[in-house]
């Protein structure tokens, strides 16, 4: 490799003005492109987690995505007339299971992606103002707005999971469903984490004269959240 | 051209500089982890009202307490959390953070610094495959007679369990970590990885990682085999939950260093570093990040929902409660084909840089090397229900996967093909990484070969289950992988420690570890062949002169690495000192000092041609070369 030691300034990262490398443009740069990184190992995981879902409720084992089936047959039809038949309809405890079990209520499902929804919008309405060069005044609230709804958001996926008509023993479904409770709760905490820092930072005027950047991504992030968790929410109340 | 003086590694810094990181380190790491798992272990304990100390759940939140805590006690957390109260570093806390004025105690500390970084991953990977080495040996010994009392089937079961765990992850990081973090950086002429604090982050996260999985032994063992398939792992004693929670932990730190690999070659190539002039390393390393950034959620969704089962009672892969097997190992098996290439791209890049190196000849066909890679990746993600084909899932998709599976030979047979034409009829300088490549080049054949024995269903039927799989795979990982860690850190060992690496003992560990590979898996083939079923700790007599051999040859393998690893270490400390290109070689991290200095260059590089240009009147090793102007070449498309 040929190279030239003509004409290039060294510029040494620990001389920049914007943080631990380089200029804020630079910076920018880098972290879109990790913030789109993150977002597709991200997806990854959530479409493992669709797969998980319909898979599970494809093939129904032993009757038991909801437990319809232990009320629908005879035990010995779901497994094969064998001699443990009547032993397999059971919760984790070992419990018969006698009855279809009840589907999370979707008006709480929807109500917790609906918020995140919100929190997201925020989130963009700031990027919009700090764009314009919108002072701290402008951005600062919206998103305050954004973190207190993702707060909603996690208060209410919590008190959804105090109230569900399943406990995670009970089948498939149960189990499947609140695993997405939990996977919506750990994207929650880390937009609360992202909204914290940025109504903070702004607060105390970082994101003023153009350094508007960290905002943008957020928004990439914020509306990354509220697509996965929207898109839980349709496919638990439209494919229970 | 200006010049800017190199940060001494003695300057002296403010006494403020660094802020809390001056006060953490790998002692406060343990104490914060240690005080954190015990307050975590109180608490489940309490709330649990539970007798049983070694519950799942009090294992779980135990162990979780403990890969937090040891981070927050050696700072991964102080950025975000400094972030968030709008608190950025200043100059000093970032010349803190790379470890100027602290000498070796920056091993020690959450440093920023990537040849640091890169470095302590050299040192992880060798105390990883310490142990995974001496729980190999045992497996051996167990196995030198058929009744052996040498260990308890169980504990025989457990310790294959974390054998095969332990060498999985360590071969994962054994190029990509040292190399991908040391010299990638400076291959492609920048300053350091894009985010440096990530970069830290994921290997501390590895260092935490690994006690759970130790400790393992203490909680009843993992006898599930490294798949851990279900539903026999979901019965498993506690020492499961350690399990996945390594594996949690593990998966983090790889998407994040990944990330951060992909991040600092698509941004931070120098002036005219284009994709067409990237070292096929770089390459290696980018595909491999971008592979395992596919992968590893999926492990991670495996091994969740595996905590989940086990801890809270979902029924994700117990049949009874409406799950299935068949689950796990789909959502294991999608992480754990990718995963193979994940661990053999980067060795095969570092190969590749090897064989242009020393045969003085440009790499054979570059681009359509590189293509190879990318197919091999692109195939990578369509194989995987090879590995269930004798588990009764989906039958009538076996002909598809034999089909996708037969063809990754195609691009592995291309690269192959273009790593023997670029040292074919080059004027061989015959070295230490040289040796490896030559071993790398046979052993690969045989693991290929016999690979795709293994992707034909009616075969696969008869050698799944026995020790031929197992010879095949240590083959392709050992004996192909491993050996092209080892001819990396031949190479660059130089450019890392500044010192030459002594080949008369290197060489001597070469032909013991060359005999040791033989000895031992064709040892193992031929218990395949006579169908000794794998992982069982007693066997029948018939088998028995099969496994003396491979026996005997693993602890001739284990006397090569070891011999190896003396020449490591006392030629670190005792080494010839290295000029900055001892090897004559023309890619970027060769033309700065033997070991760089902070920040890797004095003066930004700009690359006028490719890493390869060995032309014609440049075969003798003695040519260095000269710097040309940068009008005499392209200077486009680099990212500054």
């Known amino acids: 490799m040929s190279v030239t030691d003509h004409g290039h300034e060294h510029t040494g990262y620990f001389e920049g003005g914007g943080g631990y490398h380089d200029t804020p443009q630079e910076k920018h740069r880098k972290e879109h492109v990790a913030v789109w990184l993150f977002i597709f190992g991200d997806a ?65 499902t929807l109500a917790i992606a609906a918020l995140i929804i919100i929190a997201a919008a925020f989130v963009w309405f700031a990027e919009v103002q700090a764009r314009q060069g919108g002072t701290r005044k402008g951005v600062t609230p919206l998103l305050g707005l954004g973190v207190v709804f993702v707060v909603a958001a996690i208060v209410w996926q919590i008190v959804q999971f105090q109230i569900l008509p399943f406990t995670t023993i009970q089948g498939a479904y149960a189990s499947t469903f609140e695993f997405y409770m939990g996977s919506n709760i750990a994207h929650f905490l880390l937009a609360l984490t992202v909204g914290f820092g940025l109504f903070n930072r702004s607060r105390i005027g970082k994101y003023e004269d153009g350094r508007w950047f960290q905002v943008h991504l957020s928004r990439i992030f914020f509306v990354w959240v509220a697509f996965s968790s929207a898109v839980l929410a349709l496919v638990t109340v439209l494919f229970a | ?81 400094r972030w968030s109260l709008g608190h950025d570093e200043d100059h000093e806390d970032q010349l803190y953070g790379a470890g100027v004025g602290q000498g070796w105690k920056r091993y020690f500390k959450f440093c920023t610094d990537h040849k640091v970084v890169g470095t302590q991953y050299l040192v992880l990977v060798m105390v990883l495959f310490g142990v995974g080495g001496t729980l190999a040996m ?195 098996w999608i992480m754990g084909h990718p995963e193979v290439y994940v661990i053999l791209i980067p060795p095969v890049g570092a190969l590749i840089e090897i064989a242009s190196t020393f045969s003085r000849k440009p790499v054979f066909a570059y681009k359509v090397m590189v293509s190879g890679v990318i197919g091999i990746a692109t195939l990578a993600i369509m194989v995987w229900a090879h590995h269930m084909f004798t588990t009764g899932w989906a039958p009538t998709l076996a002909d598809p996967f034999m089909l996708t599976t037969e063809l990754i030979s195609i691009p ?160 670190w400390r005792h080494g010839v000192k290295a000029p900055a290109n001892p090897w004559h070689a023309k890619s970027l991290e060769w033309q700065t000092s033997s070991p760089p200095p902070l920040e890797n260059f004095l003066v930004d590089p700009v690359v006028t041609s490719d890493p390869y240009g060995y032309g014609e009147d440049d075969l003798a090793p003695q040519r260095q070369p000269q710097p040309v102007s940068a009008e005499a070449g392209s200077t486009t498309g680099g990212a500054h």
């Not at chain 1, 797969?51 to 038991?64: C, D």
């Not at chain 2, 975590?40 to 309490?46: F, M």
């Not at chain 2, 300088?429 to 290929?448: D, E, H, K």
């Not at chain 2, 003992?505 to 590979?517: L, M, S």
């Open chain 2, 138 to 332: 045992m497996i051996r010994t167990q196995l030198l007679t058929p009744n052996s009392q040498f260990m308890s089937p169980e504990t025989y079961n457990s310790i294959v369990s974390i054998h095969g765990m332990i060498m999985i992850i360590a071969t994962i990081i054994m190029v990509s970590g040292p190399f991908a973090n040391f010299i990638m950086p400076i291959m492609i002429g920048a300053k350091d990885m894009a985010f440096p604090r990530l970069n830290a982050l994921s290997f501390w996260l590895v260092v935490s990682a690994v006690p759970p999985i130790l400790g393992s032994f203490l909680l009843g063992g993992v006898p599930a085999g490294w798949t851990t398939y279900a539903p026999l792992a979901v019965q498993a004693p506690p020492a499961m939950d350690a399990f996945a929670i390594t594996i949690c932990t593990f998966v983090l730190s790889v998407t994040v260093a990944g990330i951060n690999t992909l991040v600092t070659v698509l941004t931070m190539r120098t002036k005219g570093m284009t994709p067409g002039r990237l070292p096929i390393f770089v390459w290696g390393s980018i595909i491999a990040g971008g592979l395992g950034l596919y992968a590893m959620p999926a492990f991670l969704m495996a091994q969740s929902a595996m905590i989940t089962d086990r801890v809270v009672g979902t029924s994700f892969y117990v049949a009874m409660q409406g799950g299935t097997g068949w689950l796990y190992e789909n959502t294991f």
């Open chain 1, 44 to 108: 990854v995981f959530f479409m493992l987690e669709l797969f998980f879902w319909f898979y599970l409720r494809a093939n129904n084992t032993a009757g038991m995505w909801r437990g319809a089936d232990c009320t629908a047959q005879s035990p010995q039809s779901i497994a094969g007339g064998g001699p443990t038949a009547t032993n397999i309809c059971t919760d984790g405890l070992g419990n018969p299971i006698t009855h279809e079990i009840a589907t999370a209520a979707p008006l709480h």
């Open chain 2, 1 to 81: 051209m200006t010049m800017t003086a190199p940060l001494a590694e003695d300057t002296k810094l403010g006494p403020k500089a660094g802020g809390l990181y001056r006060h953490q380190n790998f002692a406060t790491g343990l104490i914060v982890g240690i005080l954190s798992a015990v307050i975590g272990w109180v608490i489940s304990h309490a709330l649990l009202q539970s007798s049983n100390w070694g519950s799942d759940m009090v294992v779980t939140v135990t162990l979780v307490s403990w890969v937090v805590g040891f981070n927050i006690g050696i700072g991964s957390f102080n950025a975000i959390f």
């Open chain 2, 412 to 571: 592995t047979g291309i690269v192959f093909l273009c790593m023997v034409g670029t040292i074919w009829r080059g004027s061989i300088w015959t070295r230490l990484p040289m040796y490896f490549l030559y071993l790398f080049l046979f052993n690969f054949i045989v693991g290929g070969i016999t690979g795709i024995y293994l992707s034909d269903v009616p075969v696969d039927q008869y050698f799944h289950g026995n020790m031929f799989v197992t010879a095949h795979f240590h083959y392709t990982l050992l004996g192909g992988g491993m050996i092209g860690a080892a001819g990396a850190v031949s190479y660059w060992y130089p450019k890392m420690t500044g010192r030459m690496l002594n080949e008369r003992i290197g060489k001597t560990a070469f032909w013991i570890i060359a005999a040791g590979i033989q000895i031992t898996y064709l040892g193992q083939f031929w218990e395949g062949f006579q169908g000794m079923p794998r992982r069982v700790a007693n066997y029948a007599q018939i088998f028995q002169h099969a496994n003396d051999m491979s026996s005997v040859g693993a602890y001739i393998l284990m006397t090569g690495w070891i011999v190896f690893l003396y020449a490591i270490i006392s030629s």
